[in-house]
């Protein structure tokens, strides 16, 4: 697991509370973290098995599409409103805000990979089936681990250094996203 890098400066201590902003995105989470276990299971299945029906990478397809959804509705917010905020605060380079960025890339690259190959009709049936069901366990690992870090440090950070117009204008825009997504 990559660590951040110069944040012992910063008390990290978990906050009695988060503005409505970051309260979105840690609520997001749990429905996020369920869907992403789901995922898991699917894979994990699919990956013990020493054949696949169609029926089971069908399923595993619909449940990648529906995280996509999700998952690129919380992305969004964080990185063209929260990450670009915080940057601000605390620069780019080798901290926090350039693990999560490192670390989304990864996830979508991961789930780009999952519906090229699943579009693809070359290649033995239960070598594609578990070829997908590998990029779905890179995406759970990662974030996992990036969920995590989010609640842990990068959060806690967020409040504190943020400023009472700024997290309004984290909401309003979380609020931009939300509509030109819809």
């Known amino acids: 697991m990559q660590e951040f ?4 400066s910063y008390d990290l201590q978990t906050p009695t509370s988060y503005c409505e902003a970051l309260s979105e995105l840690l609520e997001e989470h749990w429905p996020l973290r369920e869907q992403m276990n789901a995922l ?7 990956k013990r098995q020493k054949s696949h029906s169609a029926g089971e990478i069908d399923g595993l397809y619909q449940l990648m599409r529906r995280f996509k ?7 969004s917010k964080e990185e063209d409103v929260l990450f670009e905020m915080m940057v601000k605060h605390i620069g780019r380079q080798g901290g926090p805000i350039a693990v999560m960025e490192e670390e989304h890339s990864r996830a979508k690259q991961h789930i780009g990979y999952f519906f090229e190959k699943y579009g693809m009709d070359k290649g033995h049936p239960v070598e594609k089936a578990i070829e997908l069901a ?13 969920f995590m870090k989010e609640e842990q440090i990068l959060f806690p950070m ?3 250094l943020l400023s009472k117009e700024e997290k309004e204008t984290l ?5 931009q996203i939300k509509i030109s997504m819809i």
């Open 69 to 75: 959804v999700e998952i690129d509705l919380h992305s």
């Open 40 to 46: 898991k299971e699917s894979a994990m299945k699919i």
């Open 134 to 146: 590998q990029h779905v366990l890179v995406v759970y690992q990662t974030l996992t681990e990036h």
């Open 171 to 175: 909401k309003d825009q979380f609020l």
């Open 5 to 8: 890098q110069g944040c012992a």
């Open 158 to 160: 967020a409040e504190k």
